[in-house]
């Protein structure tokens, strides 16, 4: 039979009613919600209605991994944990995926976990011998990971270990195909395929951080013939073209100086690339005379024909190199080339603008050459029309830009800028990003978002304009005069774009969240971006986390939620990183927090990652500050059942420590006779703590004197800690005139000078009000600074005001 009171509550709810309880003492006021964590009011009848059930609750986003990731990323926990593998044709499309879908730079963790995978599948084929991935696919993974929108700041050892697995198994690929067709109909197109792949080699070695093996590579595979085929010829410029370029790229010197060399001795002609990488890489390093003497050189078309000019690129390095040096002449004569030469006649008029400008002309001056030159056109398209419209444009300013920009000189930049909206040259991409560029150099940052917004126009969602934006963001984040709608606008924006956000911009974007309370959205934004990065990117996020956790200024509720967000986002936050945030909570004296984040290490799923000799020790020195005796025994007894951590003195002295803090006295010294029986003995810090554990216990008093009988036995040297550990147990457990003497000896003994600490620690360890009057009378007639210093500190009184005073000494000791 049911009961008449739940027909009664049940009507009452499908009726929307109140249920009301007379003989209630209290009202039902509306509930407050809050999300700190301190001190809560008293717990307030709640009041529900129907309604509520429909309300929704806002859940957290969920986490986002590059496709394919998770799935490689679980055959490698498989292997490590020697569990069942991923089914292979699974791992194959996740791999194909990955590579296909991956938007931003490809890190060395992302690289590895390939490369694994693709181990995988090799050793694994299909029943019929065949690969799981076609030469299709392999191409699409090689030529991904050799994008230039691809390549990490830092380039290790995976990336080039991966692209030769790559290559290893496209030619047995290729030697399987030529072993089932007809030898002799394929022999010319083997040794092309052969060419290919070696030049694919030596393109991955460039690329990928390893040039000098790329350049004995293709001196001992892929020598220059002037009588082979023109496919040959072609392939062969275009590999040292490749091993120049990336000796270039990688800076270094003295093996480019060695590879030009050997270009030499083994005839092989310069092009037009090989001449750009030379004259860029010795101009940008202020070598003139280097750069002149390649500009001079003669070169090659890529097609192999003779007499070819250098590129624009290469004139307008070194023409701003001769500018910067003063080398007038020889940038005359770079003038006088460009318009003898067969370059388009608008580039020519781009690289004398370029020169005035840097030879020191204003932007009036360049304005009237401009003017001459559009006079010049018209004149000449009147006698012949079919000849090219030139104008100066955008690139024209750009270039212009650019220079001042290398100069360091954003004013001059600015007015450029202006110059060409004055000629009707609408900016476009480059010109707002280098706008942005430079304005955030200088501080401008109101600037910069009017060049932000401008962009909007003309944004293709380049590289360079998106790492500007990241840059904008981030010193917006930081502004103390920030939009804080326009910034979410901006970061909107790139979300819809699918562009990448470097870590430094989420760790911003998440600090930013977290200062304003906006716990939820930091979380939606981790769970977006901070799975798509490798380990050391994460570490970014992670550090920046931590820092807001330990900066002082932050309350506790949000260091909490913080260090919430940390523990669930990066599972893998070391321990160096964890030990100073419990202790940070300890210091704010939360040590039920701290305690949490013990356990936490405690039962991490990764041995890496559990709480070793060094959490207990910090642990356990935590409990001691704040005496806090019901999470020492928690901690405790975990650190009996863990088998992986041996005791030592250190973690002795810190369990000393703590049981001495919380009044269980003789527990501590029981740790005492431990410390003294093991085979290491105590430390200086062993018995100063020691003595710690002789105040305020029956007998204190006679255990520090045999102690100290001891020390003095063994002759061990008595240091200023020890000595002040030994007064204080002797005061506080009522040996008034034993203390007494002892300070007033001290000096002539020991030569120790008296302190704020010292003579602080004794009035403090003086339990009884008469005998604190005949201590401060003492310190004020001998001492009358120091006394002033303790007032200055201030003091409490202990049981509840009627004890004795204590003034606010700091006595923390250290396991």
């Known amino acids: 039979m049911s009961s008449h009171l739940t027909r009664v509550v049940f009507r009452s709810i499908i009726a929307n009613e109140p249920l009301l309880y007379r003989g209630c003492r209290h009202q039902a006021p509306r509930p407050r919600l809050t999300i700190h964590h301190g001190d809560r009011a008293p717990p307030q009848i709640q009041r529900r209605t129907f309604l509520n059930f429909f309300k929704p609750q806002r859940k957290l986003k969920p986490m986002e991994m590059p496709a394919g990731l998770e799935k490689m990323a679980e055959l490698m926990y498989a292997q490590n944990n020697a569990l069942r593998p991923p089914k292979p044709k699974e791992v194959a499309h996740a791999l194909v995926a990955f590579f296909a879908q991956r938007k931003g730079a490809l890190e060395d963790f992302h690289i590895a976990t390939a490369h694994n995978a693709l181990s995988h599948l090799l050793g694994n084929p299909q029943e019929n011998g065949q690969s799981w991935l076609s030469t299709k696919e392999l191409d699409m993974i090689f030529t991904t990971l050799l994008a230039p929108s691809k390549?990490?700041?830092?380039?290790?050892?995976?990336?080039?270990?991966?692209?030769?697995?790559?290559?290893?198994?496209?030619?047995?690929?290729?030697?399987?195909?030529?072993?089932?067709?007809?030898?002799?109909?394929?022999?010319?197109?083997?040794?092309?395929?052969?060419?290919?792949?070696?030049?694919?080699?030596?393109?991955?070695?460039?690329?990928?951080?390893?040039?000098?093996?790329?350049r004995n590579t293709a001196a001992e595979k892929v020598r220059y013939d002037p009588t082979a085929l023109p496919q040959h010829r072609s392939i062969s410029l275009r590999v040292w073209g490749d091993v120049l370029g990336g000796l270039v790229r990688e800076g270094n010197l003295d093996e480019i100086l060695k590879t030009t060399e050997m270009l030499q001795s083994l005839s092989i002609p310069l092009t037009q690339s090989m001449q750009a990488s030379l004259v860029q890489f010795f101009a940008k390093r202020k070598d003139l005379e280097r750069a002149k003497l390649w500009y001079s050189h003669s070169s090659l078309r890529c097609s192999g024909e003779a007499g070819a000019r250098p590129y624009l690129a290469a004139s307008i390095d070194l023409l701003k190199a001769c500018a910067l040096s003063g080398d007038i002449s020889f940038g005359q004569q770079v003038v006088a080339n460009t318009l003898k030469g067969k370059m388009r006649e608008?580039?020519?008029?781009?690289?004398?603008?370029?020169?005035?400008?840097?030879?020191?002309?204003?932007?009036?001056?360049?304005?009237?050459?401009?003017?001459?030159?559009?006079?010049?056109?018209?004149?000449?398209?009147?006698?012949?029309?079919?000849?090219?419209?030139?104008?100066?444009?955008?690139?024209?300013?750009?270039?212009?830009?650019?220079?001042?920009?290398?100069?360091?000189?954003?004013?001059?930049?600015?007015?450029?800028?202006?110059?060409?909206?004055?000629?009707?040259?609408?900016?476009?991409?480059?010109?707002?990003?280098?706008?942005?560029?430079?304005?955030?150099?200088?501080?401008d940052i109101d600037g910069a978002r009017a060049a932000y917004f401008n962009l909007q126009g003309s944004f293709s969602g380049a590289e360079q304009s998106v790492a500007v934006i990241n840059q904008l963001i981030q010193v917006l984040c930081v502004s103390k005069q920030h939009h804080f709608d326009e910034l979410m606008a901006m970061v909107d924006d790139l979300h819809e774009r699918k562009a990448s956000f470097a870590p430094e911009t989420i760790a911003a974007l998440t600090l930013l969240h977290l200062r304003r309370g906006e716990i939820h959205d930091a979380m939606d934004l981790l769970q977006v971006h901070a799975h798509q990065y490798s380990p050391a990117q994460r570490t970014v996020i992670q550090k920046t986390l931590s820092a807001f956790i330990l900066d002082g200024e932050t309350s506790t509720s949000d260091a909490w939620d913080g260090y919430q967000i940390l523990r669930n986002v990066f599972p893998e936050t070391?321990?160096?990183?964890?030990?100073?945030?419990?202790?940070?909570?300890?210091?704010?004296?939360?040590?039920?927090?701290?305690?949490?984040?013990?356990?936490?290490?405690?039962?991490?799923?990764?041995?890496?990652?559990?709480?070793?000799?060094?959490?207990?020790?910090?642990?356990?020195?935590?409990?001691?500050?704040?005496?806090?005796?019901?999470?020492?025994?928690?901690?405790?007894?975990?650190?009996?059942?863990?088998?992986?951590?041996?005791?030592?003195?250190?973690?002795?002295?810190?369990?000393?420590?703590?049981?001495?803090?919380?009044?269980?006295?003789?527990?501590?010294?029981?740790?005492?006779?431990?410390?003294?029986?093991?085979?290491?003995?105590?430390?200086?810090?062993?018995?100063?703590?020691?003595?710690?554990?002789?105040?305020?216990?029956?007998?204190?008093?006679?255990?520090?004197?045999?102690?100290?009988?001891?020390?003095?036995?063994?002759?061990?040297?008595?240091?200023?800690?020890?000595?002040?550990?030994?007064?204080c147990a002797i005061a506080r457990n009522h040996h008034h005139d034993e203390a007494q003497t002892l300070i007033e000896t001290v000096e002539e003994e020991y030569g120790f000078t008296l302190d704020l600490h010292v003579l602080g620690s004794w009035f403090n360890m003086t339990a009884n009000n008469e005998k604190q009057a005949h201590v401060?009378?003492?310190?004020?007639?001998?001492?009358?600074?120091?006394?002033?210093?303790?007032?200055?500190?201030?003091?409490?009184?202990?049981?509840?005001?009627?004890?004795?005073?204590?003034?606010?000494?700091?006595r923390d000791l250290d396991p």
């Not at 954003?410 to 280098?434: Q, V």
């Not at 060094?614 to 806090?628: E, K, L, N, P, S």
């Not at 003492?778 to 004795?804: A, C, N, S």
Request: charged content about 30%; aromatic content about 10%; some cysteine.
């Open 776 to 810: 401060e009378e003492w310190i004020k007639q001998r001492y009358p600074e120091v006394w002033k210093e303790m007032e200055t500190l201030g003091h409490w009184v202990t049981m509840d005001g009627f004890g004795y005073r204590q003034y606010h000494i700091n």
């Open 151 to 214: 390549r990490p700041e830092a380039i290790g050892q995976a990336h080039v270990e991966f692209g030769r697995a790559i290559i290893d198994e496209l030619a047995k690929m290729a030697e399987t195909k030529e072993g089932e067709a007809n030898v002799n109909t394929l022999k010319k197109e083997y040794r092309l395929d052969e060419m290919r792949m070696n030049a694919k080699l030596i393109r991955l070695l460039s690329r990928l951080g390893a040039a000098i093996e790329a």
């Open 346 to 443: 608008k580039e020519s008029w781009d690289a004398i603008f370029l020169w005035s400008a840097a030879i020191g002309k204003g932007a009036d001056e360049v304005d009237r050459m401009m003017d001459v030159l559009v006079r010049r056109n018209d004149e000449a398209r009147q006698k012949n029309p079919s000849r090219e419209v030139i104008r100066p444009d955008i690139e024209t300013i750009n270039i212009l830009v650019e220079l001042f920009m290398s100069k360091q000189d954003p004013y001059s930049a600015e007015r450029y800028i202006a110059l060409g909206e004055k000629r009707g040259i609408i900016p476009n991409e480059r010109t707002f990003t280098m706008q942005m560029q430079y304005r955030i150099s200088v501080g």
């Open 574 to 727: 070391s321990l160096d990183a964890r030990i100073p945030i419990m202790k940070e909570f300890f210091a704010r004296n939360r040590s039920d927090m701290g305690c949490h984040v013990f356990f936490h290490m405690r039962n991490h799923v990764s041995k890496a990652h559990r709480a070793n000799r060094d959490v207990y020790v910090a642990a356990f020195t935590g409990f001691a500050r704040c005496a806090d005796a019901e999470s020492l025994e928690l901690a405790h007894n975990q650190l009996k059942l863990d088998l992986n951590v041996d005791m030592d003195t250190r973690l002795r002295n810190s369990l000393m420590l703590a049981y001495a803090a919380t009044g269980e006295n003789k527990k501590a010294i029981q740790f005492w006779r431990d410390i003294c029986a093991s085979k290491e003995g105590p430390s200086y810090n062993s018995i100063a703590i020691a003595f710690r554990s002789c105040e305020g216990m029956h007998w204190g008093g006679e255990h520090a004197k045999s102690i100290w009988k001891r020390l003095k036995e063994q002759d061990v040297e008595i240091d200023k800690t020890i000595w002040t550990a030994y007064m």
